[in-house]
């Protein structure tokens, strides 16, 4: 798959809320690193925070475009709560090796009225 396909695979899983199968993206040693939290390194890792956030909240993810240039694809998204963000997803072999996302953790806690920690 190229990094566009890859990255709407990715929408795809991420919006039935499937850890398993949205790990299964990612290469063995990947690392998916949110800006507002620690990297996470590691397919079991990756699977697992997955696992957790979608415990505890229903995230939708509403593609505005995604961008391609070689072994990058660069996701623009938004939800149906108002909240925007940007990931960055660097593709190797037909799977994801690295992801950045940006995206307001405030503004995702208060929309999904979590705590604020």
Known sequence: MTPRQVVAEFVKRFNAGDAAAL???Y????VNHQ?????????PAIRE???QEFAVAHMVC???I????????ILEWRDP???R????????????????GYWDRLSFLRAHSLPID
Do not use: K, N, S, Y
């Open 23 to 25: 790990a299964e993206l």
């Open 27 to 30: 290469h063995e040693d990947a």
């Open 35 to 43: 800006v507002t939290q620690q990297p996470v390194e590691g397919r």
């Open 49 to 51: 925070m997955f696992e």
């Open 62 to 64: 509403i593609p505005e």
């Open 66 to 73: 995604i961008h391609e240039a070689g072994d990058v694809a």
């Open 81 to 83: 709560l108002g909240l």
């Open 85 to 100: 963000g940007c990931g960055f997803f660097t593709v190797r072999d037909g799977r994801i090796a690295f992801q950045r």
